[in-house]
Nanobody, 122 residues
């Protein structure tokens, strides 16, 4: 599976931005999908994930209520809608895929995208 993330950019605090991750190469619906991020000088952290089947979703506490993950299996794409952005949301955002029902903050992931930079100005 090849993952191509897009949609990053510069946004003001309080604004919104939607990230997309296009998957190719394998049957997209077999994979649980997730988003992670890495801020400068920090470890990569889990943001959100969505199951491959019943569309269950999980979020990091820091983004609950502000971010929404969704997927469109017909378009082989997973999305991350981010509202009420804060400067601390500034990071490189990565999408990940796992050939399983679900992925979490600690499960090993099978594929990673190249990352897209998001900068939130105060």
């Amino acid at each position: 599976v090849q993952l191509q993330a897009s949609g990053g950019g510069l946004v003001q605090a309080g604004g919104s931005l939607r990230l997309s991750c296009l998957a190719s190469g394998r049957t997209f619906s077999r994979f649980a999908m997730g988003w992670f991020r890495q801020a400068p000088g920090k470890d990569r952290e889990f943001v959100a994930s969505i199951s491959r089947s019943d569309l269950s979703t999980y979020y990091a506490d820091s983004v609950k209520g502000r971010f929404t993950i969704s997927r469109d299996n017909a378009k082989n794409t997973v999305f991350l809608q981010r509202n009420s952005l804060k400067p601390e949301d500034t990071a490189v955002y990565y999408c990940a895929a796992r050939n399983a029902i679900m992925l979490t903050a600690t499960t090993p992931n099978d594929y990673w995208g190249q990352g897209t930079q998001v900068t939130v100005s105060s």
